[in-house]
C-alpha cells in the first residue's frame, strides 16, 4: 500500500438501512506482513456526517494464513436511511505514516439484530 493518510478511505460502500435499528457487520479477513503505526479496520458511519461513526471493527494487524471472521453491532439514529462502511486506518502517532503488506477481505454481509 505505501503511503497513504490514515483519515482516509480506502474503500467505502453505501448501505441502505432503516432508522433506530441495530445491526451486525460480519466479514472475512486475512492479512500477511503488516507493518504500518496505522493498521487498518473497518468502520460504519454516519452517511450524512462521515465523521460520525456508528460502529468498527478491531485494528486488521494479526498475522496468520487461515481467514478469520470478524464482526461488529450498530445501531442507528432516528431517520437514518444510509450509513457508509469504509476501510481506513487507526491515526499515526507519527508523519508520513506508511503501511506495507497485504490485506484479503470477503464475504460483507449486514444483518439486522433483533
Not at 500477511?32 to 503505526?37: A, C, K, L, Y
Not at 462521515?50 to 486488521?60: C, D, F, Y
Amino acid at each position: 500500500m505505501g503511503y497513504s493518510e490514515p483519515n482516509s478511505a480506502l474503500l467505502s460502500q453505501l448501505l441502505l438501512v432503516e432508522p433506530r435499528k441495530r445491526y451486525r457487520v460480519k466479514f472475512g479477513v486475512r492479512t500477511e506482513n503488516i507493518v504500518t503505526g496505522g493498521l487498518p479496520l473497518i468502520s460504519i458511519n454516519d452517511a450524512r456526517v462521515k465523521t460520525k461513526v456508528l460502529g468498527q471493527s478491531t485494528p486488521m494487524g494479526f498475522e496468520g494464513t487461515t481467514w478469520q471472521l470478524m464482526s461488529f453491532d450498530f445501531k442507528t439514529d432516528q431517520g437514518m436511511e444510509a450509513v457508509e462502511l469504509r476501510l481506513h486506518r487507526k491515526p499515526c502517532i507519527s508523519v508520513p505514516c506508511p503501511i506495507f503488506g497485504s490485506l484479503w477481505l470477503d464475504n460483507f454481509t449486514i444483518e439486522e439484530v433483533k
